[in-house]
Every structure is written in structure tokens, then in C-alpha cells.
């Protein structure tokens, strides 16, 4: 199945399109689906994703992201979901009573910290675990080119990537049921791999100035003792809380990222070199 007909909350129409937001939306709200309220989703974060899956501004000339496939209902909705933000390379959340989603695109940093901001020590990952860590991304699609049958599309690997894991292959199985041609496998592949490879990790607890920001958001982050100035790192999780002497605070979860890993080139030196 090539696309459907989802209802676009832009126009406040409804339309054929294979925009992967739209269709994760209208899953969200269709009565085969989760059946949620309309005033549940997050329709200006959906915009945004429609925008940048539509965008055509690709090395091949091709729209960035389109939804391909089809599912049964048999399937359990967390499956679904996640078939279906595969297409796009994204992350659908909820918080604050609304679902929220964004595709794999680099938003402009929203807000700059320091250790003005800080309320808490700093616990800092600098590698993914074993287990956590790829160097070798390989998966399956199904499209015209391979006459709608299940087919690998080109592995995406990176010698320095390789060389920094001591020579060690390992390699993540990225599955792509709703993508339909492997242009667009491989760059979804891409930015899954050089996003792993943004590996350094921050827990730290802030001030009310972070009640600002949002999962998804991206912030830069000046600590001279770490030797950061102006990192750029991407909000993973955020809570809000009080501590035991009953300050207000908001604790994060920061990932180390680049405007980089969504582009079409492979940038592994990069990383491997912006580490402190």
C-alpha cells in the first residue's frame, strides 16, 4: 500500500499522502488505531514533521521521508507505532496530556546553559555500553526495486567507527517495514548510526530556566571544566521535582548530538575527534 488517506491538521484537509507523520497521526486518532482525542496531539509538533518529511532538498532529489506499508490490526499498537516512526527515523512521546513526534531532522539549539544553571553534580557517560554500541547498520526493505519482495538494502558501516571499536564489528539489524526504496534505507540508516556514535551521555538537575525546554529540544551546554563550550546535546528526558530541601528543579537527560548526523555525508572522524 502506497500512502493513504490521513486528515492533514495544516490545511485542515483530508488527503493522500504517504507523509509519515501524518500517517502516524491518523493511527493515533483512527478508531483502528488508539482512538485518541483530537485535542490530545500536539498538531503544531506535527506540522513541523510534516514540513521536514516532505522536504525535497536530498542528494537524490527524492522527499526526504514517505511511508510505504501496511500492517493488520492484529498487530499490538506498540509494534505499529514503531513500524511506522521507522519510516521517518523519529520518536512519538506524551507528556503534558499531548502526543508529541519528531522525525530525524537537527532543530536550532533553544536555549544556552551553564554552570549558572546547574543544581546538582554532573554525572557524565562518556561511551554506550557494549551492548548499546554499533558500528554496522544493516536491515531490511521491501519496495519496486525489489519487485515488493523483503530484501536487505546496502549496509552502512564507517572504517573509522570501526577502527575506534579496535577493529570490532557490531552490527545493529535496523528493520524498515514502511520504507519503500533504498535511498531512503540508507539515509535513515545513516543518521541511525552516526547518531549512536554521539555517544557522551550528561545527568545533571537545573534550574527553572529548563522548565522551557522540551524532549526532542536541543540545547548547548558551556562547562569549562569538561571543556564545553557551547555543546550541542539533545534533551532524552525530562522531569521536573522537588529536592529533599524543597527547591524546585528540573532533572535532564542530555545526549551529545550534531547538525551533522543528518546529513548525507559520513562524517566519522568528526565524532570521533569533538570527544573531551
Known amino acids: 500500500i502506497k500512502g493513504k488517506k490521513v486528515y492533514n491538521p495544516v490545511t485542515d484537509t483530508t488527503v493522500w499522502s504517504d507523509n509519515p507523520a501524518l500517517c502516524t497521526r491518523d493511527y493515533l ?20 514533521a510534516v514540513a521536514i518529511c516532505d522536504q525535497t532538498n536530498t542528494d537524490a532529489g527524492t522527499t526526504r521521508y514517505t511511508c510505504n ?99 570490532q564489528e557490531s552490527v545493529a539489524d535496523v528493520d524498515l517495514p514502511f520504507t519503500d526504496n533504498s535511498i531512503e534505507s540508507r539515509r535513515i540508516a545513516r543518521i541511525a548510526l552516526e547518531g549512536n556514535r554521539q555517544q557522551l551521555t550528561v545527568t545533571a538537575a537545573f534550574g527553572l530556566r529548563t522548565m522551557q525546554v522540551q524532549v526532542g529540544d536541543n540545547v548547548r551546554l558551556t562547562n569549562t571544566r569538561f571543556g564545553w563550550t557551547n555543546k550541542e546535546f539533545q534533551v532524552l528526558a525530562w522531569n521536573f521535582g522537588l529536592t529533599d530541601g524543597l527547591d524546585l528543579q528540573v532533572n535532564l537527560t542530555l545526549r551529545e548530538t550534531a547538525e551533522s548526523v543528518y546529513d548525507e555525508v559520513d562524517d566519522g572522524v568528526v565524532y570521533e575527534r569533538d570527544n573531551t
Do not use: C
Open 69 to 167: 506499508g501496511a500492517f493488520t490490526t492484529a498487530s499490538a499498537p506498540y509494534d505499529i507505532i514503531d513500524g511506522l516512526l521507522t519510516s521517518m527515523g523519529g520518536t512519538l512521546w506524551y507528556a503534558q496530556g499531548k502526543w508529541r513526534m519528531q522525525p530525524a531532522y537537527w532543530p536550532s539549539p533553544v536555549l544556552d546553559l551553564n554552570k549558572h544553571d546547574h543544581r546538582s553534580g554532573i554525572g557524565v557517560a562518556t561511551r554506550h555500553s557494549r551492548r548499546d554500541n554499533f558500528n554496522v547498520v544493516k536491515g531490511t526493505f521491501r519496495g519496486e526495486e525489489s519487485n515488493w519482495q523483503v530484501t536487505d538494502y546496502p549496509q552502512v558501516d564507517n572504517a573509522t567507527f570501526l577502527a575506534a571499536d579496535n577493529g
Open 29 to 48: 486518532t483512527s478508531r483502528y488505531g488508539l482512538a485518541e482525542e483530537e485535542a490530545n496531539i500536539d498538531d503544531a509538533l506535527v506540522a513541523t
